[in-house]
Each structure stands twice: as structure tokens, then as C-alpha cells.
């Protein structure tokens, strides 16, 4: 899967991978911060590589925006996503990841606070705010209810995902 080249299995494998997380994000759009977009992502990272975690990564936040709104925030998820596939990436490429499960759980709980934590530095740099734990402990229940979401996405989407990446492996 980790193929160079853009074949068009690769381009609709990428579209279709795109389009189940704008779905999944916009599904759970009215649970604050619960969304299967991180775990989707982590597993696309971990199953097929770094490249398509982050093709798909860029253009699902991209295209949920259309529907959710665009603002400054848009790049700082990109950005978030992209600290977080670079962590998943290397432990990919540097350890057997991929073999073992609960260490992928754990990892979904932790890049679900890692993407909360990311966003509320950018953002506390961005308002020029004087204190950043104050304003980071303000908002921490929200980044853990997107890590215990995580671990519960992550237990529904490993198989499938698994089954995908295998099904729809490039050759």
C-alpha cells in the first residue's frame, strides 16, 4: 500500500477512505469533541502508511469544513493531525505497531489528548492569552472526551479496517 505512484485504485481508495471520515465526523458533530476521525486516521496511518494517514487526513478536514465552517481553526487541526501522524508514523516505522493491539488503544487515548493539547497551544499563541494552563485546564474535559472516544471508536474500526487495508491493498 505504501506505493509512490497515483494509480486510480490509489486515488479512489483515498476517496473513499476521505469520505468515511468526513461522514464519521459529521455524524458525531453533536457530541462535544467524540468523533472517529483520530482513530480512522491512526489506523489508515498504521494500515497503508504515513503518506495516505496524511493525504486523507488534509482532505477530510478540508471538506467536514465545508459543511462545519472554515476558520483559523481549520489549519491548526491540520496541523494537529499532521504532529500526530508524524508520532504514529515513526513508531511505524521504528517498532511492530501494527502487531499489537492494545498498545494501539492506549496510543488512541494519548493522540486524542496530544490533538487537544496541540490545538490549545497554537491557540493560546494565536490570542496572545497570558497564562496557558489556566486556559489548557479550562478545556481538558473536552480532550478527554475525545480520548475515551477514541478508545471506544478504536475498538469498533480496528477490524474493518484491517479488512480493508488488506482488500484494497495496492499492489
Keep these: 500500500?505504501?506505493?509512490?505512484n497515483f494509480s486510480a485504485r490509489r486515488i479512489a481508495f483515498l476517496a473513499l477512505l476521505t469520505a468515511a471520515c468526513v461522514v464519521g465526523r459529521l455524524l458525531f458533530q453533536v457530541l462535544?469533541?467524540?468523533?472517529?476521525?483520530t482513530d480512522s486516521l491512526l489506523l489508515i496511518t498504521i494500515c497503508t502508511g504515513f503518506v495516505n494517514g496524511l493525504i486523507v487526513s488534509l482532505?477530510?478536514?478540508?471538506?467536514?469544513s465545508i459543511y462545519l465552517g472554515f476558520g483559523y481553526w481549520v489549519v491548526v487541526q491540520?496541523?494537529?493531525?499532521?504532529?500526530?501522524l508524524c508520532l504514529v508514523g515513526?513508531?511505524?516505522?521504528?517498532?511492530r505497531l501494527i502487531e499489537y493491539f492494545w498498545l494501539q488503544v492506549v496510543l488512541s487515548f494519548v493522540v486524542g489528548m496530544m490533538y487537544g493539547f496541540i490545538l490549545s497551544v497554537v491557540q493560546f499563541l494565536f490570542f496572545?492569552?497570558?497564562a496557558f494552563w489556566p486556559y489548557y485546564l479550562a478545556g481538558i474535559s473536552f480532550d478527554l472526551f475525545h480520548a475515551i472516544g477514541n478508545v471506544c471508536f478504536y475498538f469498533l474500526l480496528y477490524q474493518p479496517f484491517l479488512l480493508i487495508?488488506?482488500?484494497f491493498a495496492l499492489k
Design 78 to 84: 491540520c496541523l494537529s493531525y499532521f504532529v500526530i
Design 90 to 95: 515513526f513508531l511505524c516505522k521504528y517498532t
Design 59 to 64: 482532505l477530510a478536514v478540508i471538506v467536514s
Design 165 to 167: 487495508a488488506k482488500r
Design 128 to 130: 496572545g492569552l497570558t
Design 32 to 37: 462535544p469533541n467524540v468523533q472517529p476521525m
Design 1 to 4: 500500500m505504501k506505493s509512490k
